[in-house]
């Protein structure tokens, strides 16, 4: 009996709901992505069970507090990408967009899968390598095993079959199947790196997250960069018209300076490691000193970085007529007094919220947590304006403010003088449990969160609440969820839990009270209502229960689950 209860405790439950809700609105066109995702569910499902009852999960260093999360971090991404193949299917049956587009985003669902798989036939290897506990019997490894070669054999037919469907010949699907195997070996690869850089940092749900997330990233980018160096050496329907050569300028930009300051520290390590060699042979030189040169060899190669780097990529990938910073300001003054309106109205918010937050934090007996829900109503106020008025300049600023603070944690790991200090301070004022030392990443999970929704629907969307998926679940319905359950909160959902029944009903309902406003204000932009009140609220509902019953980070997750099912 104890065994059984653990098995099915509530965020396995949740997660199980998500699938079999977008498992059931699968067309029958989707068979193979289907039961390909029913099968990485039950790999998932087996290994989030037999790693949090094992020694195993004693062998990775993850953040205190938290469960493992394989079952939830496997999950989020391929359905999300299974989501939008749904909501381009129909699409497609109505001619509103063309086939090439529905064919890359199936590869980019099975890119997501291969992620996702390889990392779980990692953990497998793991978990079977480590010696069984009093709780499971021995003969649990035969099943464990063979459980393991079915989920494998079946992903690897599901594969071979969806991917010749969209093939015109043999070299052709194995030119993808090979594609899809660098996604699975990379991002192996890469969470191994994560999890020795990063110790205490995240459960391996969450680095889990991040890895697919870059990896797919990371292979977008390689992609469109090599199909537009060298036709020859892969094949242009691994690039959609969208991902590819007519992909919009603001993309471009946005994913050359994500993944060129995601790189930078690499770079500029390596320039300090060999500066500091040179210097200290030579010279003796006062701390002072060493910290300004330290600071000038890192902004300057900061700007070299951005101004030259970036941009060259960017115009070899899209055909820019200038250069993209001057695109960028061309795009701004386009509208000058919208967009200029916007950001003194951004700036302003900020400024006086900071500030006024930052006083608080440090004079009052205010709990932390409800501190930080001031600053998703602070996106709301924020976002909502611009999304409805101006979604394209709001893609643009979403980059932008995301480069900004991987510029300052940056900053802040490495203390680079003047600021890196002040800087640490400052954001520790709103950290939690979740954050450490070596990394802040609450900052990162709310911008994401608000950020990833809109970014996902700015091609082909049939359903106007998708973009603000991030927006609702976070700014409205998790701050509400918290206030609430923390100051009138007495029902919990589980013995060890701090989330209340009450905080997630008045969750639920301020969310559906915001799409009762937000429809009629869509309706007046030119938008047409196509989402069922029913489908609705089941997806407002399943969020809402996600946040209640996970330990991981669910700034990143809810945004995600919510997304996916308002696709639906």
Not at 51 to 68: C, E, H, I, Q, Y
Not at 179 to 207: N, T
Not at 245 to 273: D, N, T, W
Not at 382 to 399: D, W
Request: hydrophobic share 50%; glycine share 6%.
């Amino acid at each position: 009996m104890a065994l059984s209860s653990s098995m099915l405790n509530g965020e396995r439950g949740v997660v199980v709901l998500i699938v079999c809700r977008v498992l059931y609105s699968l067309p029958l066109s989707l068979l193979c992505p289907g039961l390909n995702l029913a099968t990485l569910s039950l790999f998932a499902l087996f290994l989030d069970i037999r790693l949090d009852d094992s020694a195993a999960l004693s062998r990775f260093k993850t953040r205190p507090g938290a469960s493992s999360g394989i079952l939830l971090g496997a999950v989020t991404l391929p359905t999300v990408m299974i989501s939008k193949l749904i909501q381009l299917t129909r699409a497609y049956s109505l001619q509103q967009i063309e086939l090439q587009e529905l064919e890359h985003m199936t590869m980019q669902y099975w890119a997501t899968s291969a992620s996702c798989f390889g990392v779980l036939i990692f953990l497998c290897l793991v978990v079977l390598s480590t010696p069984n506990t009093k709780r499971f019997p021995r003969s649990f490894s035969v099943w464990d095993a063979t459980l393991s070669i079915f989920c494998v054999a079946s992903y690897a037919v599901t594969c071979c079959v969806s991917l010749a469907a969209i093939s015109h010949t043999g070299s052709n699907t194995v030119l993808k199947l090979m594609w899809e195997l660098y996604h699975g070996l990379v991002a192996v690869m890469l969470i191994q790196r994560l999890l020795d850089k990063f110790p205490s940092c995240a459960s391996i749900g969450e680095l889990l997250l991040v890895t697919v997330g870059l990896v797919l990233y990371f292979g977008d980018m390689l992609a469109c960069t090599i199909a537009k160096v060298s036709g020859s050496l892969i094949s242009t329907e691994l690039v959609s018209i969208k991902y590819g050569i007519r992909r919009s300028e603001i993309s471009i930009i946005i994913q050359g300076v994500v993944l060129g300051l995601l790189l930078f520290p690499l770079f500029i390590k390596y320039a300090l490691h060999l500066s500091e060699c040179y210097f200290n042979k030579r010279y003796s030189e006062a701390r002072q000193s060493n910290e300004i040169r330290t600071s000038l060899l890192f902004f300057s190669s900061l700007g070299f970085i951005l101004v030259v780097i970036i941009p060259s990529w960017m115009q070899i990938v899209q055909d820019f007529h200038v250069h993209p910073l001057l695109w960028v300001l061309t795009f701004v003054f386009s509208e000058p007094l919208k967009r200029l309106s916007l950001c003194i109205y951004w700036v302003s918010l900020i400024f006086a919220s900071v500030l006024r937050f930052y006083n608080i934090s440090k004079n009052s007996k205010i709990e932390r947590i409800l501190l930080r829900k001031y600053y998703h109503l602070l996106a709301v106020l924020m976002f909502v304006p611009a999304l409805i008025f101006q979604p394209k300049f709001l893609h643009l600023a979403f980059g932008a403010a995301l480069a900004v603070f991987l510029v300052l944690e940056i900053m802040r790991v490495w203390r680079i003088w003047p600021l890196g200090q002040l800087i640490h301070q400052f954001m520790t004022a709103f950290t939690d449990h979740r954050d450490s030392d070596l990394l802040i990443v609450s900052h990162f999970s709310l911008l994401l969160g608000c950020a990833l929704p809109i970014w996902m629907s700015s091609g082909f969307n049939d359903r106007p609440l998708a973009p603000f998926a991030g927006i609702l679940s976070l700014g409205i319905g998790d701050t509400m969820a918290s206030i609430v359950g923390y100051k009138y909160g007495v029902l919990r959902w589980s013995k060890t839990g701090k989330k209340t029944i009450e905080g997630t009903a008045a969750g639920i309902t301020s969310v559906l009270a915001a799409c009762s406003i937000l429809l009629p204000l869509l309706a007046s932009t030119g938008y047409i209502f196509t989402e069922h009140w029913f489908s609705l609220i089941l997806a407002v509902t399943v969020s809402s229960l996600l946040e209640a019953y996970t330990t991981q980070l669910d700034n990143a997750f809810i945004p995600l689950i919510f997304y996916s099912h308002l696709c639906l």
